[in-house]
């Protein structure tokens, strides 16, 4: 999960402040969501007014289905 933090925080664009027009700095990461789908919220501050804003990475399935589930054969023994 560490390694998914990072990578989504490189991949980041940090937002500019509705108000001051400068770029917010980032503040912290959390994990929102593990299972299904992970999310992972991004939280920054604007260094001049404070204010927050927040912005999702949001992991798509990267795994496919099997083809054919196995399961164990269930074997009746006459006793």
Request: glycine share 2%; proline share 10%; with cysteine.
């Amino acid at each position: 999960m560490v390694d998914r933090l990072r990578s989504a925080a490189e991949q980041l664009e940090a937002p500019t402040c509705p108000d001051c027009h400068i770029e917010m700095k980032w503040f912290r990461s959390e994990l929102l969501a593990d299972a299904p789908t992970p999310i992972i919220a991004h939280l920054f501050v604007c260094p001049h007014c404070k204010r927050a804003a927040k912005a999702d990475t949001i992991f798509r399935g990267t795994q496919t289905p099997p083809d054919k589930l196995s399961a164990p054969r269930f074997i009746a023994h006459a006793a």
